[in-house]
């Protein structure tokens, strides 16, 4: 199955905060990319943003638009090259902590990201900036596997 990590920051960037996160954007090892907003797949309509909103992808990889190996809560044998560690919180931490990267950049008053599998939302969670590490992590363990789940950040 396709897993997917995609969401949007708010407010609307300025130039300086644009080329901040693109300069982070093109020293990540994962798979970042700006889209459009079309992408954001079963998003409810009060959670769609407006056009200048900085809206993103994050795959395993540039250039592959699926998370599979981050979102992963399998558990890997050690020799086998995944380009990832092969235990899941790792992984997890890996996407987590590029998120608060990306929130950090930009001064984000607010983000909004879903992770799921075949673009799948079956929760909203409106949670604090502070509480999304350990709110994410309890949804991985809870479901073993993407939780299909999208989460609106408030970060101020």
Request: with cysteine; charged share 25%; aromatic share 10%.
């Amino acid at each position: 199955m396709s897993s997917f990590v995609c969401g949007y920051i708010e407010p609307i960037l300025n130039e300086n905060k644009l080329s901040n996160l693109s300069d982070y954007i093109k020293n990540s090892q994962l798979g970042i990319e700006k889209i459009s907003k079309d992408w954001l797949i079963n998003y409810p309509d009060y959670l769609i943003p407006n056009d200048n909103i900085f809206t993103f992808l994050i795959g395993d990889v540039p250039g592959y638009p699926n998370s599979t190996y981050l979102t992963s809560y399998d558990e890997y044998a050690p020799n086998i090259d995944i380009g990832f560690p092969p235990d899941p919180k790792e992984r997890l931490d890996i996407l987590i902590n590029t998120l608060i990267d990306m929130i950090k950049i930009t001064h984000a008053s607010k983000m909004v990201v879903s992770i799921n599998e075949c673009d799948q939302i079956e929760t909203i969670k409106k949670i604090k900036f502070a509480e999304m590490r350990d709110v994410i992590h309890a949804d991985f363990a809870k479901y073993q596997a993407p939780p299909d789940t999208l989460y609106e950040i408030i970060c101020e």
